[in-house]
């Protein structure tokens, strides 16, 4: 299983980054993508997840203003942010588990190698 993270880059706030992932060697349909981001300093912290039933979660700091979708004949899940804040810079990881799509960075099995985000005028 191998995940691939692209569509980071550098935004004024007030702008909007669209992320994705893209997944080989399991399909949309058996497991659950989650995306999550570590800033300097700080733990890695869960930003949203989708479940195998397409089923959404979004944790606080993204709650109205991302939007996680998936593409099943793609092999793709996106992380659409808008209204992008400078607390948001970090590094944004996608990964992957097999069955609940759950808020645990340890739960996941797999991991891709993260895309970074910068929020700065």
């Known amino acids: 299983v191998q995940l691939q993270a692209f569509g980071g880059g550098l935004v004024q706030p007030g702008g909007s980054l669209r992320l994705s992932c893209v997944i080989y060697g399991v399909t949309l349909d058996d497991a659950a993508v989650g995306w999550f981001r570590q800033a300097p300093g700080k733990e890695r912290e869960w930003v949203s997840c989708?479940?195998?039933?397409?089923?959404?979660y979004y944790g606080n700091s993204g709650k109205g203003r991302f939007t996680i979708s998936r593409d099943n004949a793609q092999h793709t899940v996106h992380l659409q942010m808008n209204s992008l804040k400078p607390e948001d810079t970090a590094v944004y990881y996608c990964?992957?588990?097999?069955?609940?799509?759950?808020?645990?960075?340890?739960?996941?099995?797999?991991w891709g190698q993260g895309t970074l985000v910068t929020v700065s005028s």
């Open positions: 989708i479940s195998v039933d397409g089923s959404t």
């Open positions: 990964a992957t588990r097999w069955g609940l799509a759950l808020m645990d960075p340890e739960s996941y099995e797999y």
